[in-house]
């Protein structure tokens, strides 16, 4: 059974189900100029590091085409797009905060093939097939159907496709899980006051990680959404975790 989330005040930007859309849409069009410099402080870096990673298992190759939902100020776009000179990967950043949309096409250089769409990552407008390789950063969590985001995903992608997704994690090591989860209770709603006059504005993160299931299970349930070799590649003793997985070949259960 969900937690009770009546009335309580991370209730303004966390809600479980159909409400969640709008409450999350509203905390990002709110935060969007500051997100990257937040991102910085509160994870004293390390999200460089661990996109740098997202983005070399993602493994993108020049004359693909990438897809990165829930996009966000573009960070893993540009990533996916840079290369060695002559390399070209084309990439797509899709979100459905234009506020986010906004900075990411002001800060990507214009020799990067990148281009922004604003949509639903529930509802991808794209055909089925259409990219070689979707990544996530920071974003299955905050989809209102997770399951759903897994279908788009793998419905976008060619059979054998790449789906790459990075989140918050959960540490196997009580201690470690203990001294992470009050971080993220504790600390990180100091950023939302100092920045935004409001500590509940970055409780959200504490909301959504303690509901959202461990990178373990997350890989399971790509593995049911129809993807196979499903890796799982932990950072900082699995407070992030990265899950790779390819897309079947063949629909679950064909033998031929
Ligand atoms: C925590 S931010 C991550 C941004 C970026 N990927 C990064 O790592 O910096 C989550 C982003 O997901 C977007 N988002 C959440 N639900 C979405 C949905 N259903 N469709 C498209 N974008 C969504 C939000 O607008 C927000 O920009």
């Given at each position: 059974?969900?937690?009770?989330?009546?009335?309580?005040?991370?209730?303004?930007?966390?809600?479980?189900?159909?409400?969640?859309?709008?409450?999350?849409?509203?905390?990002?069009?709110?935060?969007?100029?500051?997100?990257?410099?937040?991102?910085?402080?509160?994870?004293?870096?390390?999200?460089?590091?661990?996109?740098?990673?997202?983005?070399?298992?993602?493994?993108?190759?020049?004359?693909?085409?990438?897809?990165?939902?829930?996009?966000?100020?573009g960070d893993v776009a540009r990533r996916l797009a840079a290369g060695p000179l002559n390399f070209s990967c084309e990439v797509v950043g899709l979100d459905f905060t234009e506020e986010m949309l906004e900075i990411a096409r002001k800060v990507t250089p214009g020799n990067l093939r990148v281009s922004y769409r604003q949509g639903d990552a529930l509802a991808l407008p794209f055909p089925d097939a259409s990219f070689d390789i979707v990544t996530c950063a920071y974003g299955l969590r905050n989809l209102a159907d997770l399951d759903r985001g897994l279908a788009e995903a793998s419905r976008v992608l060619r059979p054998g496709g790449r789906l790459a997704s990075l989140e918050f994690g959960r540490p196997a090591n009580l201690l470690l899980s203990t001294l992470y989860f009050a971080y993220l209770r504790a600390a990180l709603p100091i950023f939302g006051w100092i920045f935004f006059g409001d500590p509940h504005t970055y409780g959200y993160i504490f909301a959504t990680v303690s509901r959202f299931p461990g990178q373990r299970e997350l890989a399971a349930r790509m593995k049911d959404a129809g993807f196979d070799a499903v890796e799982v590649h932990d950072s900082m003793g699995g407070a992030m975790g990265i899950c790779l997985a390819r897309k079947a070949s063949k629909p679950a259960g064909k033998s031929s």
């Open positions: 059974m969900e937690r009770a989330h009546e009335a309580t005040p991370e209730n303004r930007y966390y809600a479980p189900g159909e409400e969640r859309a709008e409450k999350v849409h509203r905390l990002f069009s709110r935060i969007a100029r500051r997100y990257d410099r937040i991102n910085d402080l509160m994870s004293w870096g390390m999200h460089r590091v661990w996109k740098r990673r997202l983005v070399s298992l993602a493994d993108p190759r020049s004359g693909e085409k990438a897809l990165d939902i829930c996009c966000g100020t």
